[in-house]
């Protein structure tokens, strides 16, 4: 059966890839340095992502704001990944306000897991 833990999981380790991806791409392409960002951002948030969770399904965190948030911070790091990526390779946006707004989804995402971890079963 295919959970939202499997779901998120996934992503996180695609992030992890897409992250390295980006880096090398990078570094060999002699692209802007957004490319070298974006492939960052991915790389801290994976991790992040892998241990909300694990916190989760420990019950460390409350279920279904956690849920919520990882999908957030899920979102949020992908948007604002892609726009500065595509900015670092083809010197345009992906849309007008594309990361901000990605970057309030990851806030959003992060405050999530604060309420995530204040509403929690277990301490």
């Known amino acids: 059966m295919i959970t939202a833990t499997r779901i ?15 880096l090398a791409a990078g570094t060999h392409s002699g692209a802007s340095d957004n490319v070298q960002i974006a492939g960052q951002m991915l790389l801290f948030h994976a991790p992040a992502v892998i241990a909300a969770c694990a916190a989760r399904r420990a019950e460390l965190l409350a279920d279904w704001p956690a849920r919520l ?12 990944s892609t726009d ?22 990851m806030l959003g ?15």
């Open 8 to 22: 998120h999981l996934t992503i996180a380790m695609l992030m992890g890839l897409s992250g390295v991806t980006l």
């Open 109 to 123: 995402g992060w405050l999530g897991l604060v309420i995530a971890a204040l509403f929690a079963k277990r301490a």
């Open 69 to 80: 948030a990882i999908s957030l911070l899920i979102l949020g790091v992908a948007l604002f």
């Open 84 to 105: 500065l990526a595509v900015r670092g390779f083809h010197g345009e946006r992906l849309f007008l306000g594309a990361a901000p707004a990605g970057g309030f989804m």
